[in-house]
């Protein structure tokens, strides 16, 4: 496994990127102010991305974390978020994820170190232009999680 900072043509990973945030647009408002990471397997596919911005205060966040379909519940996505934490701890003390009320997806979240902090009410219904739908629910509220950040021995090798 290697993961790569994407410094140029991040639309490329796209269709991974929508997998974690359905509409292009809401995409746009982050990609290029974030920095974006790629993890790819040994046969050079990309498994997995990853967007993270600086929100200021000493705090970023996960704006976007995706895993390709056939790549999921595999630990691909935990080894992500352990190398951003690894990653960004000598620059933040916190990272933070806004994400839908979906138990799969909350629980992953409090499986990687989060902790609830707050909501932001009607999020998805206002924000988007269709209604989000997980584990057969229509998603209103964003749930943001949080998570203290300290330096970890990364076991994954990063390329520039």
Known sequence: MRIDKIQ???KEYLDMLLLADEQESMIDKYLEKGEMFVMFNTVNEAV???VVTDEGCDICELK???VTPQYQRRGYGKRMINYLCNHYADKFRYM???TGDS???VSFYESCGFSYSHSIPD???HSYDHLIIEEGKILKDMLYFKKALFSISPDIEMQK
């Open 8 to 10: 140029t043509n991040k």
């Open 48 to 50: 997995c991305s990853a």
């Open 96 to 98: 933070t994820v806004g």
């Open 103 to 105: 138990v799969k997806t």
């Open 64 to 66: 976007n974390l995706a």
């Open 123 to 125: 999020f998805f219904t």
